[in-house]
């Protein structure tokens, strides 16, 4: 029987007024589609996440927006009023958008001010020294303006690069995997640096990265691309706990999929019964479940059907895959102050508050 999700689960996503929105915009490269039929509303303000794996086409969806590109079809708006369109088209310097490279791009025979200040073209000589002092504050570079880029670390040029993409500015900030070439643990504060200093500023802000875990920590919203185009616009928690599709499933976030089968309003798998979500798929048949490792119950029980089979030490947290005597296998996370030895016999049950059904792949017409 042909099952189908209740009307419900396709209502779009609450939006304010869109800030930048593209709209049904394609771009091709000789006869490879980068972006297809792409639109996307983003509301001023909101630091909004283009995420997705190599290829999908996020970069050249920057790239679009910053004017470097130009789309085959389709509409770009800022502020409401079109910077490319079939006939409109506004150069990139006149868009009031500012732009960090995941290589910074900073003039090395230039000083940290004289970088942050290159964006200050036309404005009288105190006005652009009292902005680049206010922005060397902003972004806690005081003290190191007549510094050279190569004097500096990692994240003091990536700070630079930021303070000078909003030295004019500007209405929208792109970051091109900005923190990519950091280490991890800079990284970690530089992301929460930034969007402080944007939160600040009340910049609209524009990442694109292949990282899930930036997207879901910087973004008010996150949209993800497969293959150039939009699979999934939400929360990072509508994302992570509803994803629309297996591919936004399997990407955000550790997942597993088993077999299960609906029958009367229960859906049963190797891993136990339980009540369908009411929000679920309707209907009769055999399903696929999304059972995300943080949604796995298990307990010590020598008479129980699953074996722990791996154990990953993760620091705060371990990782067990557990194997469902000759069937399918699920991972649990815990706490690394819980240590389960491998080959211990369990009990597992599955949380359903968050599983996800999809119809099996395997049996759709």
């Known amino acids: 029987?042909?099952?189908?999700?209740?009307?419900?689960?396709?209502?779009?996503?609450?939006k304010g007024p869109a800030y930048v929105q593209l709209e049904n915009v394609s771009k091709?490269?000789?006869?490879?589609?980068?972006?297809?039929?792409?639109?996307?509303?983003?509301?001023?303000?909101?630091?909004?996440?283009?995420?997705?794996?190599?290829?999908?086409?996020?970069?050249?969806?920057?790239?679009?927006?910053?004017?470097l590109d130009?789309?085959?079809?389709?509409?770009?708006?800022?502020?409401?009023?079109?910077?490319?369109?079939?006939n409109?088209?506004?150069?990139?310097?006149?868009?009031?958008?500012?732009?960090?490279?995941?290589?910074?791009?900073?003039?090395?025979?230039?000083?940290?001010?004289?970088?942050?200040?290159?964006?200050?073209?036309?404005?009288?000589?105190?006005?652009?020294?009292?902005?680049?002092?206010?922005?060397?504050?902003?972004?806690g570079l005081?003290?190191?303006?007549?510094?050279?880029?190569?004097e500096l670390s990692g994240g003091q040029r990536q700070r630079v690069a930021l303070a000078r993409s909003l030295a004019p500015s500007p209405q929208v900030v792109l970051l091109d995997e900005p923190f990519s070439n950091l280490d991890a643990d800079l990284r970690e504060e530089l992301r929460g640096e930034t969007k402080r200093i944007l939160k600040e500023q009340g910049t609209t802000a524009i990442l694109v990265t292949h990282d899930q875990e930036e997207a879901f920590s910087l973004s008010d919203k996150v949209g993800v691309l497969n293959k150039g185009s939009l699979e999934q616009e939400g929360t990072p928690a509508e994302i992570?706990?509803?994803?629309?599709?297996?591919?936004?499933a399997d990407f955000v976030g550790k997942a597993d999929f088993i077999i299960g089968e609906i029958k009367n309003n229960t859906v049963s798998s190797a891993f136990g019964t339980f009540p369908l979500p009411s929000d679920q798929l309707r209907g009769t048949g055999?399903?696929?479940?999304?059972?995300?490792?943080?949604?796995?119950?298990?307990?010590?029980?020598?008479?129980?059907?699953?074996?722990?089979?791996?154990?990953r030490f993760l620091g705060a947290s371990v990782l067990y895959r557990l194997q469902f005597g000759n069937g399918p296998s699920i991972h649990a996370i815990r706490p690394?102050?819980?240590?389960?030895?491998?080959?211990?016999?369990v009990r597992v049950k599955l949380d359903a508050r968050h599983i996800v059904i999809f119809p099996n792949s395997c049996t759709r017409a």
């Open 28 to 67: 091709s490269f000789a006869t490879a589609k980068a972006v297809s039929q792409l639109t996307v509303c983003i509301t001023k303000g909101d630091f909004f996440s283009l995420l997705g794996p190599s290829g999908c086409g996020k970069t050249t969806t920057l790239r679009l927006i910053a004017g």
């Open 336 to 345: 690394s102050t819980e240590i389960y030895p491998v080959g211990a016999r």
């Open 286 to 311: 055999q399903v696929e479940l999304m059972v995300r490792p943080d949604d796995v119950l298990f307990n010590l029980d020598a008479t129980g059907e699953s074996t722990i089979t791996e154990a």
């Open 240 to 248: 992570y706990h509803h994803p629309c599709s297996k591919f936004v």
């Open 88 to 139: 409109t088209w506004v150069q990139p310097e006149k868009r009031g958008i500012g732009i960090v490279f995941q290589d910074y791009a900073l003039f090395p025979h230039m000083t940290v001010a004289q970088n942050v200040a290159f964006g200050l073209k036309g404005y009288q000589r105190e006005k652009a020294k009292e902005r680049v002092a206010q922005l060397l504050e902003l972004t």
């Open 70 to 86: 130009r789309p085959d079809e389709g509409r770009i708006s800022i502020s409401g009023e079109p910077v490319a369109a079939e």
């Open 142 to 150: 005081i003290g190191l303006g007549e510094r050279y880029t190569h």
């Open 1 to 14: 029987m042909l099952l189908k999700r209740n009307a419900g689960d396709s209502s779009p996503v609450e």
